[in-house]
């Protein structure tokens, strides 16, 4: 995909989950009439969570790959081509951002966010990135 192609998708990723959100917390109590958590609106914004932060994740993958080109890992360099990074480790950077953020955010709303569980999400995120840029 091109960059241009892949920054609109993120950049309506980001806007879709905004509105969800802002939908969601406007409009949908978080509660039932027992005063349990509602789960389709705790889905819903656990969805509009990940969107948002998978669109963020992927505009500051592609911001930061085109200062630090070795952020996307090993690339073959090819003659007559640029040395512009390619958008898929951007792509996958930014679902793993996503993927840390709604861990966390569902830790937290289980009351189980802990500093051992904070240090292990991103340890294990890092070490699934770095597998990801060695394999071939």
């Known amino acids: 995909m091109s960059h241009t192609r892949v920054l609109v998708l993120a950049t309506l990723s980001l806007l879709t989950g905004g509105a969800l959100l802002f939908y969601l917390i406007g ?3 978080p509660t039932t009439d027992d ?3 509602n789960p389709a609106a705790l889905l819903l914004g656990l ?3 990940f969107l948002v932060a998978a669109g963020a994740g992927i505009v500051a993958a592609l911001l930061l790959h085109r200062r630090w080109p070795v952020l996307a890992g090993r690339q073959t360099v090819r003659r007559g081509r640029s040395k512009v990074p390619p958008t898929a480790a951007a792509i996958r950077q930014g679902i793993l951002c996503a993927l840390v953020v709604v861990t966390l955010v569902t830790l937290s ?3 189980s966010l802990d500093i051992a569980f904070l240090i292990v999400t991103f340890l294990v995120a890092g070490l699934i ?6 394999r071939k």
Do not use: D, F, K
């Open 129 to 134: 990135e770095a597998y990801a840029q060695t």
């Open 109 to 111: 709303i289980a009351r």
């Open 35 to 37: 005063q349990s958590l």
């Open 47 to 49: 969805a509009g969570v």
């Open 27 to 29: 409009n949908v109590p």
